[in-house]
């Protein structure tokens, strides 16, 4: 079964940034698109972005766009979130997904499959 696991939340002010990381334990990692979703306190659980397996096609929500970049390193199995600009409407738990698709993955809950445990992000403002 997947793994993910993501790392690099905190606490942040308006403005900052954080660099949060996903690795996978898979060795299917280069073949599938990857995503990141995220999840407010009483909202359901939402696209950010998300990345082909080859790495070469991007994709963003629009509030999102400008201020964040998703990349990945498959030599290393994991896929990457900067975050800058942030703003107290992006406080969230952040959530890594694994698309079984190679590219243009969705943007929905249902579109991904394997999910990690999440990591918290919190903006002050």
């Known amino acids: 079964q997947v793994q993910l696991k993501e790392s690099g939340g905190g606490l942040v002010q308006a403005g900052g940034s954080l660099r949060l990381s996903c690795a996978a334990s898979t060795r299917t990692f280069s073949t599938q698109s990857m995503g990141w979703f995220r999840q407010a306190p009483g909202k359901e659980r939402e696209f950010v972005a998300a990345?082909?397996?080859?790495?070469?096609?991007?994709y963003y929500t629009d509030s999102v766009k400008g201020r964040f970049t998703i990349s990945r390193e498959n030599a290393k199995n994991t896929v990457y979130l900067q975050m800058n600009g942030l703003k107290p409407e992006d406080t969230a738990v952040y959530y890594c997904?694994?698309?079984?698709?190679?590219?243009?993955?969705?943007?929905?809950?249902?579109?991904?499959?394997?999910w990690g445990q999440g990591t918290q992000v919190t903006v002050s403002s």
């Open positions: 990345i082909s397996a080859s790495g070469i096609s991007t």
């Open positions: 997904a694994r698309s079984p698709l190679p590219r243009n993955p969705g943007r929905t809950v249902a579109d991904f499959g394997s």
